[in-house]
């Protein structure tokens, strides 16, 4: 934006990942935690709910006159309302790709820099490849021809043993429950932090389906994800399925076919049996 004459300025709700802040140090940049919102437009990029920014989201529910959303997830109903233009690729295996695809179409010159924070992105979107397609490849060329290095990204992503997340991912193999449903296996278990991690353990250990929630008083969380190949054969869309569990509990929810989440108010146990029920009705009817 800047290169077209635009001031721009990037921002983050709440913190920055451990990630986050090895990819921006090894970039040499910034990034604001909780920008001001004195600006003319807000661009959200990946995120689907203003409820994934926090006390931010609020704040640009209130105050801000144009919203643009740049996302590959299915957007929340509660977010169409308030914002004036939406460019949304769900077939798109990463953000970064979507924006890559942007800057060519506006004109823009990809710098090394620009080239080294977008080939972060892809790899951290799509597992490391695990989930890109054949035009994520293409990207990552690109992206290489601009001045990048695949090797020094790949060391920037490198993080070192993390203690906490191990013994998270121990309490939620040993709180997994097993749900068989028409063949297929649904893993489900509780835990208060690395959500996504533990249900992205459980759907590489095997699992077709695999729901992690966590619940601190009212507030609820659920983070779902299901093997690839297992949400295209069943027609299983897990971001729609969170999307309507979210309007039930009073919040949001969406995401990927493969990957989605959703947080509300309420018991935990209502909405497990709540989804356990949509899961075992979807799978009924392939």
């Known amino acids: 934006m800047n290169q077209l004459g635009a001031r721009a300025e990037a921002g983050v709700s709440e913190s920055v990942g451990l990630v986050a802040k090895s990819i921006l140090k090894a970039a040499g940049r910034e990034i604001a935690v909780d920008p001001t919102l004195d600006a003319d437009i807000i661009v959200l990029v990946d995120t ?5 920014l926090g006390e931010l989201g609020k704040k640009i529910r209130q105050k801000a006159h144009r919203i643009v959303v740049i996302d590959h997830h299915r957007p929340v109903e509660g977010m169409k309302e308030l914002v004036e233009l939406y460019y949304v690729k769900e077939s798109a295996a990463s953000e970064s790709e979507i924006i890559l695809e942007l800057i060519h179409e506006l004109g823009a010159k990809v710098t090394p820099e620009m080239a080294f924070l977008l080939l972060a992105g892809i790899l951290s979107d799509t597992g490391q490849f695990r989930l890109a397609k054949d035009e994520t490849f293409g990207a990552v060329q690109k ?12 060391d920037a992503l490198k993080m070192p043993d993390d203690m906490s997340k191990r013994v998270a ?8 429950v097993l749900h068989k449903m028409d063949g297929q296996l649904v893993a489900f278990s509780e835990l208060n932090s690395f959500e996504a991690d533990a249900a992205a353990m459980f759907v590489r ?5 695999a729901i992690v929630g966590s ?4 507030d ?6 299901a ?4 949400s295209k054969d069943a027609s299983l869309h897990l971001g729609e399925i969170m999307s309507e569990l ?11 076919a493969g990957a989605a989440s959703m947080t509300g108010k309420g018991k935990l146990s209502e909405a497990k049996e709540q989804l356990l029920k949509v899961l075992q009705h979807s799978l009924k009817k392939t």
């Not at 991912?169 to 997994?176: S, T």
């Not at 619940?215 to 009212?218: L, P, Q, V």
């Open 143 to 154: 992206l290489i021809e601009a001045g990048t290095s695949y090797i020094k990204v790949l």
């Open 215 to 218: 619940e601190d008083k009212d």
């Open 227 to 230: 093997r690839e190949n297992f």
């Open 246 to 256: 979210g309007k039930k509990f009073n919040g949001s929810g969406g995401g990927h």
């Open 220 to 225: 609820i969380r659920l983070c779902g994800r």
């Open 205 to 209: 250990m095997g699992a077709d389906v």
């Open 48 to 52: 689907s709910s203003f409820e994934h």
């Open 169 to 176: 991912m121990l309490k939620a193999a040993q709180r997994l």
